[in-house]
Nanobody, 116 residues
Framework: VQLQASGGGLVQPGGSLRLSCAAS????????MGWYRQAPGKQRELVAR???????NYVDFAKGRFTISRDNAKNTVYLQMNSLKPEDTGVYYC???????????WGQGTQVTVSS
């Protein structure tokens, strides 16, 4: 199983980034996909999740600013991040969760830095 996250970088406050996570080795359409982040010195936390059927949920800090989506034809999940703030800085990871098997897989993460 491979989850390849990309799209991170350095952006100024108020800017936008679009993260992508390409999956292989899983039946992508059957997996719930999630984006998590880990700031320096902090625990990894959920950002947003999208189920295999396309239902989405967001944690409070992501509501109204971030949008999670998926393209099952491309085995890819996206995270569109707008109005970025310095506190959004961290490593962003994607996760695949197969409810039928209990499998849970992580990508390598992509660094997001929001700074002027």
């Amino acid at each position: 199983v491979q989850l390849q996250a990309s799209g991170g970088g350095l952006v100024q406050p108020g800017g936008s980034l679009r993260l992508s996570c390409a999956a292989s080795g899983i039946i992508f359409r059957l997996n719930d996909m999630g984006w998590y982040r880990q700031a320096p010195g902090k625990q990894r936390e959920l950002v947003a999740r999208i189920t295999s059927s396309g239902s989405t949920n967001y944690v409070d800090f992501a509501k109204g600013r971030f949008t999670i989506s998926r393209d099952n034809a491309k085995n890819t999940v996206y995270l569109q991040m707008n109005s970025l703030k310095p506190e959004d800085t961290g490593v962003y990871y994607c996760n695949a969760a197969d409810r039928s098997t209990g499998g849970s897989y992580w990508g390598q993460g992509t660094q997001v830095t929001v700074s002027s």
